[in-house]
């Protein structure tokens, strides 16, 4: 009955915070980009710095009809919304906040949420194929394009920490951390940084969904509540990419004080990451698609290699 009522918890938590936590992200990258570039529309609506503005939000998305395109497959067409946004909840559920705080203390826990990640993409394809849009189409060959090429160092980074810490676990990797790593690892950091913005096609590299290049990519034919589940699936990646960051390189929960409160160092990396992905938005212009795959195969595959062989000796000597 115990084991019951733990597993209960357990999902329940993950849930909410998968509920809250990129709604807190959303609302954050509003209020960030109106300081940055003096805009001050979202800074009033409902008086106090804007607070109302993601209910406004909401209530567009929920008064907008959900139009089904005649030519499109209706079922892969509704289902595509949720194929992009459930990987990240389960990825959410095996990361580690502190020390027994995580959905699923998984012994492979880096593999499976990167092996999860990678599944979003699939939402996009299912969205470009179906809506019976030649456009659409394209912006999701676009999409699986970029993402093929930027999951290699993406991968390659994140495998330099687990050999460098002797494990696959999430919480076994923030047990090993260490501050030399902030320097070790630091190429690794970058990489990874680099190529989950890409993975996620955040600014500058969405191309592929740009409204300048290809209209929307995949999600020109949504509209209402399944559009903006693939905002939400956008804004759940952040949060799930800040989160690994913290974790894999800055340690998770190390920090002073107690371990008791190392949820807190969590939750404040975790938050620090998400508004750098905010600021590089606002910061940077868009790539283009020639730029976004010479970065890729020219820059960071070469750079995490030589991260990994790096590490690899190291660990050797060691």
């Known amino acids: 009955m115990a084991g019951m009522l733990e597993f209960v918890v357990r999902v329940v938590g993950v849930i909410v915070a998968f509920l809250v936590a990129p709604l807190v992200v959303g609302q954050a990258e509003h209020k960030v ?4 570039q003096s805009r001050l529309g979202p800074m009033y609506a409902g008086g106090f710095h804007g607070w109302a ?9 929920v008064q907008k009809e959900s139009v089904v395109p005649a030519a499109a497959d209706r079922r892969i067409f509704e289902w595509a919304p949720f194929v992009a946004i459930l990987p990240y909840m389960a990825a ?12 699923a203390d998984l012994d492979s826990g880096l593999f499976f949420v990167l092996a999860v990640m990678s599944v979003g993409v699939l939402g ?10 030649k456009y659409s189409l394209l912006g999701g060959l676009r999409v699986a394009a970029q993402l093929m090429s930027y999951e290699l160092p993406f991968v390659l980074s994140a495998a330099s920490v687990a050999v460098a810490a002797g494990s696959l676990s999430l919480t076994g990797i923030a047990n090993a951390w260490n501050p030399w790593w902030l320097l070790w690892q630091l190429p690794g950091l970058v990489v990874f940084f680099i190529a989950g913005l890409a993975e996620l096609q955040r600014p500058p590299f969405d191309m592929p969904v740009a409204d300048s290049e290809v209209i929307f990519g995949p999600y020109t034919e949504y509209t209402g509540l399944r559009f903006a589940l693939f905002l939400l699936a956008e804004y759940a990646g952040i949060v799930i990419l800040s989160a690994l960051t913290a974790v894999l390189f800055l340690g998770g929960w ?3 004080g107690p371990d008791s409160i190392g949820w807190i160092w969590t939750i404040l990396k ?6 750098i992905v905010i600021w590089v938005r606002v910061s940077f212009p868009r790539m283009r698609a020639d730029q976004l795959q010479k970065l890729a195969w020219q820059v960071l595959v070469p750079v995490a290699l030589l991260q990994l062989a790096i590490t690899g000796i190291g660990v050797v000597l060691t």
């Open 124 to 133: 996009s394809l299912m969205a470009g194929w179906a809506s019976g849009n």
């Open 33 to 36: 980009m109106a300081h940055m």
């Open 270 to 275: 975790t938050a620090v990451v998400a508004f």
């Open 92 to 103: 959410l559920a095996a990361i580690p906040i502190a020390p027994g705080i995580v959905g």
């Open 254 to 256: 190390s920090g002073p």
């Open 53 to 61: 503005q993601l209910v406004a939000d909401g209530v567009k998305f």
